[in-house]
């Protein structure tokens, strides 16, 4: 079936480290792919996305390139704040039922100055 | 504009309580969606609108009934529900090309 696996967290960083928090998907057709961020006490809030394999998705900083022939989807970011710390979601749906998201278990960031 | 509003943020219930969780949002969204996220997991679908008609109920149980009165509301109405039923419950939308699915701040729920 179709899922999506993160890597196992808590990452703790310092601030200005280099983030990679890695996602991997099996799928079948094309899915979607997506980055959500859940803050501490809040919901959670779209990060990034990709469409199609070689997109790059990007916000805030953060980067994830659709690598369809290795079926990931990481993130990175170049220099991480302490304001970075949350849980981090990869996510996809499936081409042909859109309505349901699929998540990966999350990977918590904290990030310490 | 991306936002999706949620009342109340906090409610605690008891368990022969009646009691609602409500959902807006005015970006011409027409697919709603409720779900439902236990504490370090990842959030669970529980129920999909699409254009005011329930499209999607993951065998969520009875207790729980949803209503889209319109196409810019959506409500969760909570009746003797069970302590493990406590959780943040999370509404979402998104267009009718199903490009993206956007998330409220959420509703967290304690029953007592």
């Known amino acids: 079936g179709n899922s999506v696996t993160q890597m196992e967290g808590p990452v703790t960083l310092s601030e200005e480290a280099f983030l990679t928090i890695n996602c991997t998907y099996t799928?079948?057709?094309?899915?979607?792919l997506f980055w959500y961020v859940q803050y501490p006490g809040e919901g959670l809030q779209l990060l990034l996305k990709?469409?199609?394999?070689?997109d790059k998705g990007s916000n805030k900083g953060f980067e994830a390139t659709y690598r369809k022939e290795t079926t990931s989807f990481h993130l990175e970011k170049g220099s991480v704040q302490v304001s970075d710390s949350a849980v981090y979601f990869c996510?996809?749906?499936?081409?042909?039922?859109?309505?349901?998201?699929?998540f990966g278990t999350g990977t918590r960031l904290q990030v310490f100055p | 504009d991306t936002e999706v509003t949620q009342t109340p943020k906090h409610l605690v219930m008891g368990m022969t309580n009646k009691k609602s969780l409500k959902c807006e949002q005015h970006?011409?969204?027409?697919?709603m969606y409720w779900y439902k996220q236990k504490a370090k997991k990842p959030p669970e679908l529980m129920f999909v609108y699409s254009y005011e008609k329930l499209s999607i109920n993951e065998s969520v149980p009875s207790r729980f009934s949803p209503e889209c009165p319109n196409s810019s509301l959506l409500n969760l109405h909570l009746h003797a529900l069970q302590p493990e039923d406590s959780a943040l419950y999370l509404c979402?939308?998104?267009?009718?090309?199903?490009?993206?699915?956007?998330f409220g701040e959420g509703s967290w729920l304690t029953v007592v």
């Open positions: 970006m011409g969204h027409r697919a």
């Open positions: 979402a939308s998104s267009r009718p090309d199903r490009d993206t699915i956007y």
């Open positions: 990709a469409t199609k394999a070689d």
């Open positions: 996510a996809l749906t499936q081409s042909y039922n859109t309505d349901k998201l699929i």
């Open positions: 799928a079948t057709g094309y899915p979607s």
